[in-house]
């Protein structure tokens, strides 16, 4: 049933959307997301395969009380498209709406409005995945970081000191505990005995210009990994890598579109405290030039590459947690987004299908009404784009359907 359709006549007069997500919030948020060998899994052993989002503004957006509806209505349109996971962030590093104002200083508002996003995702039967920091200087990140440290005297060489200069690494692991511990406002529970979040992410999208290797970043990840883990053993984590590959398995390089950019997306990977591996692509911008065939011939061997290491090599399951395809090309269309998105889908949908190894995907990005000054190009509206809303909406209803196939086979043994 899409959002826009009436209300069911029943004795509350309840609209049927609002019985479903109900009844879903009250089965899928009462048990953290475990990983079982190359599988994602709740209540112990059941397979938890899903259908996800990305809203990276959610908190930025609720800092502002009077736009808080927003995120209420993406989460509502997106549970009724099915979607059970989103990824967002819980940083903002300086700068407008700030979340942490100066190293070790947090804005309490900022703080409320990140409360509101994790109880209102239970209220409409999501899980989150929370991103801790950015690679780029959007809402801060680690340029935030670097230049915090050098405006307190610190010697600095420059952006990628982050992953090595201990006093930058000092107020990372502050801001870690500080979301970790936080007990949330709205709902009384701490963020780390959350079940609604499904996992925590290092960094979104983490580069090193001047280590190409990996080497560097995989000292960062092991640091950090570790350090989550022992404030909270709950919920699982991965570094929120695009999935380059390094040195390591240099054959792998070839899956690369031309370029390293300091990750090793076998090495990171097989940190012991990373729990999943994660990919994203852009093939419009990573292949910029070439034709829709290219670049779908590159997701192809990106998508297959990776899952199957991620099924031989590294032993964990994987997220496809970032694709999407931009309005802002030449020769865009609806219709050419849909099938981008439609070919992505069955390609997961077929992984999950074969074997296990991957959990999801997430589209980037969903974004409620009268958000244009979000819109990147790759912003979907669900409720004003009906048949991207069909395609992501039939992608959700076949993964729980095969969801409930893999249960009930799991029975059977």
Not at 129 to 144: A, E, M, P, T, V
Not at 185 to 214: F, H
Not at 216 to 244: C, P, Q, R
Request: glycine residues 10%; proline residues 3%.
């Amino acid at each position: 049933m899409s959002p826009t359709q009436g209300y069911a006549r029943g004795l509350f007069n309840i609209p049927l959307v609002l019985v479903i997500i109900l009844v879903v919030a009250g089965t899928t948020s009462g048990s953290f997301v475990k990983t079982r060998d190359t599988q994602f899994v709740v209540d112990g052993s059941s397979p938890f395969l899903f259908n996800g989002f990305n809203s990276y503004w959610m908190m930025h957006v609720a800092a502002e009380p009077s736009e808080r509806h927003k995120v209420s209505d993406t989460f509502r349109e997106a549970a009724a498209a099915g979607l059970t996971v989103c990824r967002t962030w819980a940083f903002s590093d300086g700068g407008d709406r700030a979340l942490q104002i100066s190293p070790g200083t947090y804005n309490e508002p900022v703080f409320q409005a990140l409360d509101f996003v994790i109880s209102e995702a239970k209220k409409y039967g999501i899980r989150l995945i929370l991103s801790l920091s950015n690679n780029y200087k959007d809402f801060g990140g680690r340029s935030q970081y670097v230049n915090w440290a050098r405006g307190a005297g610190v010697p600095i060489n420059g952006d990628d000191d982050f992953y090595t200069n201990q006093v930058i690494k000092g107020y990372y692991m502050n801001h870690v505990k500080r979301v970790l511990t936080r007990m949330n406002t709205v709902n009384g529970v701490a963020y780390k005995d959350d079940p609604t979040i499904m996992a925590w992410e290092l960094m979104n999208e983490p580069r090193c210009q001047i280590d190409s290797s990996g080497k560097t970043l995989n000292g960062w990840v092991e640091e950090m990994a570790s350090y989550v883990k022992s404030i909270d053993s709950n919920h699982l984590l991965e570094i929120g890598m695009e999935g380059f590959y390094g040195d390591s398995n240099p054959d792998r390089k070839q899956y690369n579109p031309g370029y390293q950019v300091g990750t090793d997306f076998i090495a990171n990977n097989l940190v012991k405290e990373i729990d999943f591996a994660t990919i994203h692509a852009y093939p419009d911008i990573w292949l910029s030039g070439q034709d829709d065939n290219s670049q779908m011939g590159f997701m192809q061997r990106w998508m297959t590459s990776h899952w199957t290491d991620s099924r031989t090599i590294l032993k964990k399951p994987m997220v496809f947690s970032e694709f999407g395809k931009s309005s802002k090309d030449a020769g865009y269309s609806i219709n050419a987004r849909d099938s981008f998105l439609n070919a992505i889908y069955m390609n997961i949908y077929n992984f999950a299908r074969s074997g296990g190894g991957i959990g999801g995907g997430l589209v980037w990005q969903i974004v409620g009404e009268g958000m244009e000054s979000y819109d990147d190009g790759y912003s979907i509206v669900l409720n004003q784009n009906p048949s991207t809303n069909a395609v992501i909406a039939r992608q959700s209803t076949q993964m729980k359907a095969l969801e409930r196939t893999m249960i009930t086979r799991s029975n059977r043994v």
